[in-house]
């Protein structure tokens, strides 16, 4: 556990904000002590549930979420992001049609979840970042600078999109704080902070520049892509929450691997027996066989499970072999997408591993050459012939 107190910045994205909440989970069992938390939109609405101390309810809300918790739209397809664009068509109607999309769902989903004594009883500070329509200036306040009875309202501020009808507080109206600052470190380090953990998922809008260049940062990044702003796929978001907790613990040394997840003894255990590169390549492989990659894996699980997929995509490329060149040419990007690309410049390096290819071919075929050669070497560990 650290000693260091560390103020937590939650970066805007919608519904991505699902990664969050894995951080969240990380930190707490690591024993980070986080003193302050600040949000912009999705971030301000989880810092506000990361205050209360119930992790169970944060899970529950986005395992449960749908599109009609947040606003209402008729004629989308909510299968998809609200701004894929099969929905765009429809939502600028429905914008045009309300003058603006009506986000009340959003207004009874927060009254819902949050429990505002909880929020004001914790020792943990809150801030959170509007932007004034009127005014065009930011609205940048913490808990002890917002009433109670309002705290509602300008976490609806904070996230009020754009595409909504603009949030009132009093007399004035609110969009969303990433029309400002999407990633608001810049209010803990005026506040004396000095070590900031930033959650980022490269939600819209926009970043300051750190007033400070003393102050000591850790970004927490999605290693995998999150999803649309506003995507209501419930597998994408529970994938998301994994995905948080495990870039996490790795940030924090307490995994390895380059793309898939190890505890320390068992990344151990692949450095006894292949080197870093190799590593890299057999990692490089698992993920063009498409191997799960939101938990952790022992070892053993992880080079059984390859070693298996690779068997079966060998067997898949032999029988294609006996097929003409033409035929399989026609075939090559699915091939390559499919993972036997590496099948396939594993022939070639097995024909010729001292030729030397083109540097346009090499730059393309690069870390299949990495996975082919780690896979030989993978062979060879487990007895098996080339």
Same mark, same amino acid.
């Given at each position: 556990m650290e000693n260091k107190e560390y103020g937590l910045v939650l970066v805007g994205g919608g519904t991505r904000g699902a990664y969050q909440v894995g951080v969240w989970k990380a930190l707490q069992e690591l024993g980070i002590k986080i003193t302050a938390i600040v949000g912009t939109s999705i971030g301000a609405l989880n810092g506000a549930m990361f205050l209360q101390d119930d992790f169970f309810t944060t899970v529950k809300m986005y395992e449960n979420i749908k599109m009609k918790d947040i606003m209402n739209v008729e004629g989308v397809d909510t299968k998809k992001d609200i701004f894929d664009l099969s929905n765009i068509l429809n939502l600028a109607t429905n914008y045009t049609k309300q003058k603006g999309i009506d986000n009340t769902p959003l207004r009874k989903m927060i009254e819902h979840y949050i429990d505002v004594d909880k929020i004001y009883n914790s020792e943990i500070d809150f801030g959170l970042v509007a932007y004034s329509v009127k005014n065009k200036t930011p609205l940048q306040k913490f808990k002890n600078e917002i009433p109670k009875e309002q705290m509602v309202d300008y976490l609806l501020a904070s996230s009020c999109f754009p595409i909504f009808k603009p949030q009132k507080i009093g007399e004035e109206e609110y969009y969303d704080g990433g029309l400002y600052d999407n990633a608001p470190s810049n209010m803990l380090i005026e506040k004396g902070y000095k070590n900031l953990i930033i959650a980022d998922i490269a939600g819209a809008g926009f970043s300051r520049k750190t007033l400070d260049r003393d102050v000591y940062v850790k970004v927490i990044t999605p290693t995998e892509e999150l999803g649309g702003i506003f995507e209501f796929n419930h597998e994408r978001i529970i994938n998301n929450m994994k995905l948080g907790y495990l870039d996490t613990m790795r940030s924090f040394n307490k995994l390895q691997?380059?793309?898939?997840?190890?505890?320390?003894?068992?990344?151990?255990?692949?450095?006894?027996?292949?080197?870093?590169?190799? @590593?890299?390549?057999?990692?490089?492989?698992?993920?063009?066989?498409?191997?799960? /990659?939101?938990?952790? =894996?022992? +070892?053993?699980?992880?080079?059984?499970?390859?070693?298996?997929?690779?068997?079966?995509?060998?067997?898949?490329?032999?029988?294609?072999?006996?097929?003409?060149?033409?035929?399989?040419?026609?075939?090559?990007?699915?091939?390559?997408?499919?993972?036997?690309? @590496?099948?396939?410049?594993?022939?070639?390096?097995?024909?010729?591993?001292?030729? /030397?290819?083109?540097? =346009?071919? +090499?730059?393309?075929?690069?870390?299949?050459?990495?996975?082919?050669?780690?896979?030989?070497?993978?062979?060879?560990?487990?007895?098996?012939?080339?």
């Open positions: 691997g380059h793309m898939y997840y190890f505890k320390p003894e068992e990344f151990a255990k692949m450095l006894e027996n292949f080197n870093l590169q190799t @590593i890299y390549g057999l990692e490089y492989a698992a993920q063009m066989y498409k191997m799960y /990659k939101y938990r952790e =894996y022992t +070892f053993e699980e992880f080079i059984k499970e390859l070693n298996e997929r690779h068997t079966s995509a060998e067997n898949i490329y032999n029988k294609m072999k006996e097929e003409n060149l033409i035929q399989i040419g026609k075939r090559l990007n699915r091939l390559f997408d499919k993972g036997l690309g @590496i099948c396939i410049v594993k022939d070639i390096y097995l024909d010729r591993p001292a030729s /030397k290819l083109s540097h =346009y071919v +090499f730059n393309f075929v690069k870390d299949y050459i990495v996975s082919a050669k780690a896979l030989i070497e993978l062979k060879n560990y487990l007895g098996g012939n080339i």
